[in-house]
């Protein structure tokens, strides 16, 4: 006997996930292969992928072809893990404000395409910067849907100076199965620092000086010794 696929095979799924690449060979001998891409399938979809055959005797007689049968292959969906990437950002600091940078973490690739995904913070920011300068009152929110904040007083740096904040994040789908999450990425900020413009203060703000006439001496010159008051920033 031999063997005959009869017409094209078909594929569906019990989702939005589609199998590409399908196909179907049959062999004389009764072998046969099965290849398609199903990774779009999440964990427990279902692809149905079906096509007929039939058996072909050596006599040459009219009956010498049986009916056609069909094979069915059911294909169940395993999750696949999401994956995030690094993320790279700079801004540049605004004289005497305190920043709020916001930005919005985005899935590099998921191939289950009917998953859908949560973001999460690990761990705690970290700010460093190249210079004796301090950030302070850093605060890094993200939020589930990928939105972040980075919020900071990065007055103290000087022009050119930078500071780095560092937090890493993860993605999770909705499978609950053991690789749902993400490897684990991180976001860098970096910050670089503008000139803050100094303000002296008068000594009419400060301090009311009253001195007297010298008259010990013959000069009559009067000397007065203060310090003026400069503000800056940086």
Known sequence: HTFQQTGNAGVSTNSEAVVSDLSVIVNEDGTYTIDGNFDALSDGELA????QYT??????TDNAVSEPKTVTLTVTGT?????????AISATETAGI??????TLVLSEDLDTTDTHTFQQLGNAEVSTNSEAVVSDLSVVVNADGTYTIDGNFDALAN???ATVTFQYTATDDSGSENSVSEVKTVTLTV?????????????????????ENTSDETNITTITENFVVNDID
């Open 48 to 51: 149905t992928v079906t096509f």
């Open 98 to 103: 305190e920043e709020i940078y916001a930005g």
């Open 192 to 212: 670089t620092g503008t000139n803050d413009q100094p303000v002296i203060t008068s000594l009419s703000d400060e301090t009311a000086l009253e001195v007297s």
């Open 160 to 162: 050119g100076e930078l």
């Open 79 to 87: 999750n696949d893990q999401p994956i995030v990437e690094n993320v």
């Open 55 to 60: 058996a072909r005797d050596d006599s040459g």
